[in-house]
């Protein structure tokens, strides 16, 4: 059997599930990325999620398409495209049946997961338990355990170390996003990067737009609305972080480990009357 026989969904298009979909496409497996109606993810430049928005999206040599029907988004695979499908009900899993989901949601949905039980699941970081909501958890915070793959408990949630030589920009006031600058622009200091309720958005200093989120959305005070690269580096604006390239090494594994091996999880109602 071929890679390309096992279908990947992978939950969350943001800048961790598109390096985790464009390293499991490489490697030669069939992707599908399912996504919010609205995705609110910062580095729109590197992230397939924003095919939501453009109907495509290019990540380095991957390029994504939005499909209204996940079925008819198998088509797009053949012809190595990448499919996008907006899945607001949560049923793309119980139409396509994948035998491997990759759940990147950040953050992580407060309900439970579902559970398919024919699937080998993997979950990035914290709120996963391998065993519990899915068959392994990779690790996802930076230091020397990132893309460390677990096969029992989870991952202890520890605030994350911030990306050297990034700063991110928050929201003032709550209300609703307007942006005043675009990824990839270079900008000076106390330059407006958006507005939120008639507040400005100041550049804290000069740097480059690499992550900022999309216009019309709603913000709380103090939620991240912007990045700024503070050494004016360009590739951060669309090449996948060593972050996300870290973590799907990570999730190749579980997935090349655990597949020859991988058993449903049991059915908690199994046996009863």
């Known amino acids: ?18 390096g985790v979909a464009v390293r499991l496409q490489r490697a030669g497996f069939t992707v599908l990325v399912t996504e919010l109606a609205q995705p609110r993810c910062l580095r729109r430049g590197a992230a397939l999620a924003e095919a939501v928005y453009a109907g495509r999206a290019t990540v380095e040599d991957v390029q994504a398409r939005l499909s209204n029907d996940p079925l008819a988004a198998m088509a797009y695979a053949v012809v190595h495209d990448l499919p ?10 119980t139409r396509l049946q994948p035998r491997l989901i990759v759940d990147a949601r950040r953050p992580l949905p407060p309900q439970q997961p579902f559970l398919p039980q024919k699937s080998l699941i993997v979950g990035l970081g914290a709120g996963f338990t391998a065993g519990a909501n899915c ?17 029992e408990g989870g ?7 911030q990306e050297p030589g990034v700063t991110v920009v928050i929201a003032p006031v709550a209300g609703v996003f307007a942006a005043r600058t675009e990824i990839g622009a270079q900008v000076a200091a106390r330059a407006a990067l ?78 009863r009357p």
């Not at 059997?1 to 598109?18: A, E, K, Y």
């Open 84 to 93: 996008v499908v907006v899945d607001t009900d949560n049923d793309v899993i």
């Open 135 to 151: 068959h392994a958890v990779v690790e996802t915070a930076r230091g020397p355990h990132l893309g460390r793959v677990y096969w």
């Open 155 to 161: 991952v202890e949630v520890e605030p994350e170390p």
């Open 194 to 271: 958006g507005v939120v309720v008639g507040e400005l958005v100041l550049a804290p200093h000069a740097g480059r737009v690499i992550g900022l989120l999309h216009d019309g959305l709603a913000v709380e005070a103090g939620e991240p609305v912007a990045e700024l690269d503070t050494d004016g580096d360009a590739t951060r604006v669309a090449f996948i972080s060593d972050q996300a390239r870290a973590v799907a090494g990570g999730v190749l594994e579980a997935i090349l480990t655990g597949l020859p091996q991988w058993q449903p999880f049991e059915d908690p109602d199994k046996g």
């Open 1 to 18: 059997m071929h890679l390309s026989d096992h279908l990947v969904l992978v939950r969350g298009g943001g800048q961790l599930g598109t």
